[in-house]
């Protein structure tokens, strides 16, 4: 008899302490009051990142973070839009790159060969961008 294939089901824990932490590097250099349409920039000794403010509601705001690399057209900026929840104190990505919208668990194979976990992926590489200094600074805000 061969071994059912074991489904895949998500550490919602962990996925959950990821997003807190990013939510506690965000906060770090996001603004108290910010209006949507403003966008500023994050410097640290390992780069720099470009913010902007998508949407701002009173418990929530969506956020556009990218990384430009000095590579025009070579390799594309790393880019994320990420909806940060005050309330519950935790970030997580929208959306990503060439993915629009985030499923919590994707069948594998799929179409876009997606990994099943795409979605905790995708929140670890929004935690390792956001590690660009631990003394990271506001540069200018427009």
Known sequence: ??????????????????????YAHIVRWLPESCATGEQWQVEG?????EVSILENTPYTQVVSIARPMGLDGVVPVPCVTVRV?????LAEVLSSQQISRL???????????????EKYQVNAFLEELLKIDCRARLVCQS
């Open 1 to 22: 008899m061969q071994k059912a294939k074991d489904k895949y089901q998500p550490d919602v824990s962990r996925f959950l302490a990821l997003c807190g932490r990013n």
């Open 45 to 49: 000794s390992f780069g720099c990142l």
């Open 85 to 89: 929840y005050h309330d519950a104190k």
């Open 103 to 117: 499923q919590a668990v994707y069948d594998y194979p799929n179409l876009h060969m997606h990994h099943r976990n």
